[in-house]
């Protein structure tokens, strides 16, 4: 049986070439996703870059000052 849920991209997400996002995945505004990256379906990622399989989030700059 196959379903199919519709996913959410919000406003100024980036989904970089290559990478897959399956369908119920929730994706906040201001996403980064590296390229290559798979999101599962019911993933929610946070505003942020995410990378890697299944995508992670990135630390910032910001965090290593």
Known sequence: LLTVKR???????VINCGS?????????????VHPQSLIF???HLSRGTHAGNP????????EHD
């Open 7 to 13: 996913s959410k991209i919000g406003t100024g997400t």
């Open 41 to 43: 379906k019911a993933m």
């Open 20 to 32: 897959m996002l399956m369908g119920g995945a929730n994706l906040e505004a201001g996403v980064n």
């Open 55 to 62: 995508a992670t989030p990135l630390p910032s700059c910001a």
